[in-house]
């Protein structure tokens, strides 16, 4: 599996214009040191450790690819980690791949599958790997509901405990909704479970991600995990569960849930195009609902992201593209590489700073929707920047007109 992992992270920077008509390539490094009572709470390691509360030391490189081609697109990720950890333990390592496509079928429904993989070594060897078919809905073009199902797979090696090796199943599901309420802020709420016992394991999970400066973001995060198992006890005489002893002889299973609450929140500061800080802290809940055992955990760090490449096809200027939804409803998406607020103004807002507000929904790309009637519409794009403003240059794959003053306006056509 590692094999096949590095390759594809080698494949990733290979460049690709004749594949694709439009993409993003992205190579970065985080680094990441912190405390933590249990490795269960660090994104990157996820192991359920709480046999030494100790300080760690993460570097994470992490390769990113965009592709885009008519109504398909492809987000591939893909990287590797090392940690070191303050106390005796081994260090650990790993090599992850994510690969998300999505076929676009109309305006409001779409098609997809997620897959990816990981393989550790730490005092185990462990390798996952999943896949999930995904349907999503978008009732407007800053909301989307998806709806997944697939299955996962872990296999274990313990090189000194053979019998403790094994390979495992997991079938699950979830239902995600992803909403922009302003273009500051996005909202993610989602359940979650187990397909073989949806009711019993089900689970749910939010978080918030708010724009608070051009160079500050926070996010917040919460969450409910339930595990439902069977222990099976063999009875002799008594001494066993319940209280008072079983009958000899007899098998009792007991039915058992673990219930983990977590919340977690984190600040990002951007210093420049290259470099961003951030802090993060997490806190986590165990309860046994057959022990009545409660035990909790917490977790801090700061992490520093450094920017290797950035690659894009438009760097200095913004590819706008328009689609017409109903019959007077135009969907603009406008892809631009840089920093600042983005608006939208033209003859539908008699030219009104600052105009329609952008809304950035992944790296390098930001939504609009405009209701117009029928006609022929001129636009500019405004970038603000704090207390500067400037008119973006639109690419020449943007339909535009002569503005009259030595400069061009996109034009919008409603039939």
């Given at each position: 599996?590692?094999?096949?992992?590095?390759?594809?992270?080698?494949?990733?920077?290979?460049?690709?214009?004749?594949?694709?008509?439009?993409?993003?390539?992205?190579?970065?490094?985080?680094?990441?040191?912190?405390?933590?009572?249990?490795?269960?709470?660090?994104?990157?390691?996820?192991?359920?450790?709480?046999?030494?509360?100790?300080?760690?030391?993460?570097?994470?490189?992490?390769?990113?690819?965009?592709?885009?081609?008519?109504?398909?697109?492809?987000?591939?990720?893909?990287?590797?980690?090392?940690?070191?950890?303050?106390?005796?333990?081994?260090a650990w390592s790993s090599l992850f791949i994510l690969l998300n496509s999505n076929y676009r079928i109309n305006e409001r429904w779409g098609l997809g599958v997620e897959t990816g993989g990981s393989s550790y070594s730490m005092q185990s060897d462990r390798s996952v790997y999943w896949v999930q078919p995904v349907l999503s809905f978008s009732p407007s073009l800053f909301t989307r509901v998806n709806l997944?199902?697939?299955?996962?797979?872990?296999?274990?090696?313990f090189e000194d405990q053979a019998d403790a090796s094994g390979f495992d199943q997991f079938n699950n599901y979830a239902l995600e909704l992803e909403t922009w309420p302003t273009f500051r802020w996005q909202l993610k709420v989602g359940v979650f479970g187990d397909l073989n016992n949806p009711a019993e394991s089900l689970g749910a999970r939010a978080s918030s991600d708010i724009n608070l400066h051009r160079?500050?973001?926070?996010?917040?995060?919460?969450?409910?995990?339930?595990?439902?198992?069977?222990?099976?006890?063999?009875?002799?005489?008594?001494?066993?569960?319940?209280?008072?002893?079983?009958?000899?002889?007899?098998?009792?299973?007991?039915?058992?849930?673990?219930?983990?609450?977590?919340?977690?929140?984190?600040?990002?500061?951007?210093?420049?195009?290259?470099?961003?800080?951030?802090?993060?802290?997490?806190?986590?809940?165990?309860?046994?609902?057959?022990?009545?055992?409660?035990?909790?955990?917490?977790?801090?760090?700061?992490?520093?992201?450094?920017?290797?490449?950035?690659?894009?096809?438009?760097?200095?200027?913004?590819?706008?593209?328009?689609?017409?939804?109903?019959?007077?409803?135009?969907?603009?998406?406008?892809?631009?590489?840089?920093?600042?607020?983005?608006?939208?103004?033209?003859?539908?807002?008699?030219?009104?700073?600052?105009?329609?507000?952008?809304?950035?929904?992944?790296?390098?790309?930001?939504?609009?929707?405009?209701?117009?009637?029928?006609?022929?519409?001129?636009?500019?794009?405004?970038?603000?920047?704090?207390?500067?403003?400037?008119?973006?240059?639109?690419?020449?794959?943007?339909?535009?007109?002569?503005?009259?003053?030595?400069?061009?306006?996109?034009?919008?056509?409603?039939?």
């Amino acid at each position: 599996m590692k094999k096949w992992m590095i390759l594809l992270i080698g494949l990733l920077f290979i460049p690709i214009d004749v594949f694709s008509q439009d993409w993003d390539a992205l190579l970065f490094l985080d680094g990441r040191t912190g405390y933590t009572s249990n490795t269960y709470l660090n994104p990157m390691l996820s192991e359920w450790s709480r046999e030494n509360t100790t300080g760690y030391a993460t570097l994470t490189p992490i390769g990113n690819i965009f592709l885009s081609k008519g109504q398909f697109s492809v987000d591939l990720t893909s990287g590797g980690a090392y940690s070191q950890f303050t106390d005796e333990r081994d260090a650990w390592s790993s090599l992850f791949i994510l690969l998300n496509s999505n076929y676009r079928i109309n305006e409001r429904w779409g098609l997809g599958v997620e897959t990816g993989g990981s393989s550790y070594s730490m005092q185990s060897d462990r390798s996952v790997y999943w896949v999930q078919p995904v349907l999503s809905f978008s009732p407007s073009l800053f909301t989307r509901v998806n709806l997944k199902a697939g299955s996962s797979f872990r296999k274990l090696n313990f090189e000194d405990q053979a019998d403790a090796s094994g390979f495992d199943q997991f079938n699950n599901y979830a239902l995600e909704l992803e909403t922009w309420p302003t273009f500051r802020w996005q909202l993610k709420v989602g359940v979650f479970g187990d397909l073989n016992n949806p009711a019993e394991s089900l689970g749910a999970r939010a978080s918030s991600d708010i724009n608070l400066h051009r160079n500050w973001d926070i996010n917040l995060r919460t969450g409910i995990e339930r595990y439902r198992f069977q222990i099976m006890t063999e009875g002799g005489g008594g001494g066993g569960f319940p209280p008072g002893g079983n009958p000899g002889n007899q098998t009792t299973t007991t039915e058992e849930a673990d219930i983990l609450y977590r919340i977690s929140a984190g600040v990002k500061y951007r210093i420049n195009s290259i470099l961003e800080a951030s802090v993060s802290t997490d806190y986590l809940n165990y309860y046994s609902t057959v022990t009545e055992e409660s035990v909790s955990d917490v977790h801090a760090s700061i992490g520093f992201r450094v920017t290797l490449f950035n690659g894009s096809r438009h760097t200095d200027e913004a590819n706008v593209e328009l689609r017409q939804n109903a019959k007077q409803t135009i969907l603009l998406n406008l892809k631009y590489n840089g920093e600042g607020h983005l608006y939208i103004l033209g003859d539908f807002n008699d030219w009104q700073k600052p105009g329609i507000s952008l809304v950035k929904q992944r790296r390098n790309r930001y939504a609009a929707q405009l209701s117009l009637d029928s006609g022929a519409y001129e636009y500019k794009i405004l970038l603000v920047e704090g207390d500067a403003e400037k008119w973006l240059e639109l690419s020449e794959d943007t339909f535009t007109v002569n503005d009259g003053f030595g400069g061009e306006n996109g034009l919008i056509i409603i039939d």
